[in-house]
């Protein structure tokens, strides 16, 4: 399968300006406890809904492979090509899945397990929870606009309300999705300096 690539594409949110309530804000103005108790993660909606959303692009690495949002990440998961999964890695939003969503379409393809670099592994495995983590983690320490707007959700619910519930349906079901960022948000601590230095490398990509 052809897959086209992008090197970049324009930022739903970028570090300096965030949409909130349908308008434009400095990001430094918005402070945790103007949220309500639950916020629903969508591409389309407001700060910080929409930077939560797996399409947002962000550009960070597993294992060495560039991604450059979320989505790319996890729809190159259903191909065990590892040539084409840094293809699907490189893609954003609604082209990753489309993406994923051919590889899906293909002759033996198989909802129960997935594929990253020279490995496959049962969808339902710890060793799948466990690469998500490391994804998730590594997302959270190159990302810094995808970090500020989770560490702003603090002491709200996150849910995502279009996410499905069957691991044999989805790469990502909605509890995996919201468990991870609660993770992010309420216990994860990473190293500080290798977050700075990981942040600083990002604007490379």
Known sequence: M?????SSTQ?????KQIAFKGSISPAKSISSDVFEKVIDIDSRGVYP??????????HFKVEGVRVNS???FLQALKTSDVEE????????GIKAK???NKLKAREGYDASVVHWRNQSMPRTSKEYQSLLKKAYESKYQYDSVFRKALNLTKGSKLTHSIGKSSALETI???QEFVDMLHYLRDEYKPNKIKVLIRTLMSKFF
């Open 172 to 174: 990502l079901t909605e």
């Open 70 to 72: 979320m989505e790319g």
């Open 85 to 92: 999964q840094k293809d699907v890695c490189k893609l954003v």
């Open 49 to 58: 809904a929409g930077v939560l959303s797996n399409f947002t692009e962000s």
């Open 98 to 100: 489309r993406a994923g």
């Open 2 to 6: 052809q897959i086209n690539s992008v």
């Open 11 to 15: 930022p739903l949110y970028s570090s």
